[in-house]
């Protein structure tokens, strides 16, 4: 599929320059940033939070031990430095590639890796990138690091295993996954706003190694799928309006499982149902998303086992930003509601608030405070399966 992938683009660009080759250019550049904060939170230092080895989806039982690896205070560096290249074919044709290096704490890997050809036409991304629900989405404001979508909060606080939940408002399970997306370019209707349409395909020759599209673990993958997005905007005079709509399809297997003869399972296709609406007036925003996932119960603990968090639930945030001068303030919260794997007609709830300020020192330059709190709430009688903790990070951030 990536060879396949890189003859496309090279044969696109060849194009591309046979119809501008009077004015190519290339220009490469470096940019990135660095945060190092510290933090603290008092968790229920009882929690379960890893399975035992062998464990199967369907009883997600036998947890190998209590809360591992998490401090009450510590400090977190996280940091990326991207790769940009573009070749530049006429103001209305360029291609270009990126590559994105994640550091977080001690690790050190290729996140993002794409091809990007924009055009009258609109814009192709082919490789390891977002979906277009992701990159279209209308979510609440934040101005924080720890962040409520896809929050990394669980790097400071634990998951309790076995806990069913969606981390955010739009999907997520693909991650960065490879996959090909166009957006149409931004269709200005005047008076009536504008509109932006978006859609994704993720390829059925996936799975086969971690480094390809789908592939979560040896015991879940998908097979194939889809998603369309939509982002439209409107200018009142002092007043902005956004609006999303997202929707996610994909095509669950199990085949290849170690465990498949004696796993029975639905194998139910995900879909997922989502939308945000924002308004800004002014230093003022306010904001608020939505997400339904419908699927089986089976296929949510069969993501579970595989270190990835899905289930048939609702996930909705909302929240209000403020910026003054060099002042960027957020105030947000996000909950999910997702059926347990344990108790039947049962939720296990997830709730995350989280309160930031940010202060821009100089160009590129920034300090920060968040504080909040995170509950993960099961429907397990067993409060061990439960974990809840307030949170407080102080750091600096650089942008280059």
Partial sequence: MKKITTTVVATVAAFGVAAAHAEESFEFQTKGFLTWYANFADQNGN?????????????????????????RASLIT??????VGTYKFSEDNKLSFFMSLDIIRDNVNVDLSY????????????????????????????????????????????????FAFNPATYS?????????????????YGAAGTLQLGATVMPSDAGL?????????????????????????KDFGRYNLSVSANYAYTKPTFKGMSYAHTATAEEKN?????????????????????????????????????????AKGVTWDFGVGYNFGPFETSAGVIQSRANSF?????????T????????????????????GYIDFNSARRDKDYSNDSPLLALGVTVRF
């Fill in 47 to 71: 929690v379960y939070n890893a399975g035992a080895a062998g464990s199967t989806p369907e009883s997600l039982s036998g947890p190998a031990g209590r809360l591992d690896g998490y401090d």
């Fill in 78 to 83: 996280d940091g990326e430095v991207d790769f």
């Fill in 115 to 162: 091809f990007k050809w924009d055009t009258v036409a609109g814009r192709v991304i082919v490789g390891n990138s977002k979906n277009v629900s992701n990159m279209m989405a209308v979510t609440a404001p934040d101005a924080g690091t720890v962040g409520i979508q896809d929050t990394g909060a669980t790097d400071l606080v634990a998951l309790p295993y076995g």
């Fill in 172 to 188: 997520v399970i693909d991650n960065d996954t490879a996959k090909v997306s166009y957006m149409t370019p931004e269709m200005d």
């Fill in 209 to 233: 190694s971690a480094g390809d599209a789908f592939y979560v673990s040896e015991k879940t993958r998908l097979k194939y799928g889809a998603n369309v997005a939509a982002l439209y905007t």
């Fill in 270 to 310: 995900v879909h997922q149902y989502g939308g945000g609406i924002s308004v800004q007036a002014g230093n003022i925003t306010v904001g608020g998303s939505a997400n339904v996932v419908n699927t089986s119960d089976d296929i949510g603990r069969h993501f579970n086992n595989g270190g990835r968090n899905l």
């Fill in 342 to 350: 344990f108790e039947k007609r049962k939720k296990d709830v997830y």
């Fill in 352 to 371: 995350l608030g989280l309160l930031a300020v940010r202060y821009h020192v100089a160009k590129g330059l920034s300090v920060f405070a968040e504080g």
